[in-house]
T-cell receptor
């Protein structure tokens, strides 16, 4: 079974530029998550989708971050304009159902450095 | 706001030693999960505990869920260099899963 796929793996941009990350979850998984993980910290949920609807985006900085999951499959996360403090690993993850307690399967992450 | 506190934040031990890491909260969770994350990879689930007081064993790893379902511990017996990594606990309830900041374990050969 293919895992969660993410791209690009690494990205370096200057502050105020924009960047987009792509995620393809495990086939059939209804729930998709985007997490931000700053070095030395645990993953922080940015947004959670159930199919193509948003379940939780309370910690998404909406003035600069946006995410969509068209057709309930792939998802993109965009940052515009980027700030230095956005340097982090952006983890996409998926799980089979809506309710927590299911296994969350993570991708390898997209490493962002803002200079 | 639900918070999960993990301790210690960092642990460096010799191969063969035993260790315990802790995950504490003031909130009650439906279940609690432990993940391990190796450098450059995403976290991978180790175990899910659901019932208060539950103990699960995975080879040399023993996981316990507190009676009140607010805390958990992970005990590793005879640690090996392959156990090196970031250990994350995650509390689940309703639609949400929240992660602690993790315990970074380094096992020296």
């Amino acid at each position: 079974e293919a895992g969660v796929a993410q791209s690009p793996r690494y990205k370096i941009i200057e502050k105020r530029q924009s960047v987009a990350f792509w995620c393809n979850p495990i086939s059939g998984h209804a729930t998709l998550y985007w997490y931000q993980q700053i070095l030395g910290q645990g993953p922080k949920l940015l947004i959670q989708f159930q199919n193509n609807g948003v379940v939780d985006d309370s910690q998404l900085p909406k003035d600069r971050f946006s995410a969509e999951r068209l057709k309930g499959v792939d998802s993109t996360l965009k940052i515009q304009p980027a700030k230095l403090e956005d340097s982090a690993v952006y983890l996409c993850a998926s799980s089979p159902g809506l309710y927590s307690g299911n296994t969350i399967y993570f991708g390898e992450g997209s490493w962002l450095t803002v200079v | 706001t639900q918070l999960l506190e993990q301790s210690p934040q960092f642990l460096s031990i010799q191969e063969g030693e035993n260790l315990t890491v802790y995950c504490n909260s003031s909130s009650v969770f439906s279940s609690l999960q432990w993940y391990r994350q190796e450098p450059g990879e995403g976290p991978v689930l180790l175990v899910t505990v659901v019932t208060g007081g539950e103990v699960k064993k995975l080879k040399r790893l023993t996981f316990q869920f507190g009676d009140a379902r607010k805390d958990s511990s992970l005990h590793i017996t005879a640690a090996q260099p392959g156990d090196t990594g970031l250990y994350l606990c995650a509390g689940a309830g309703g639609f949400k899963t929240i992660f602690g900041a993790g315990t970074r374990l380094f096992v020296k050969a």
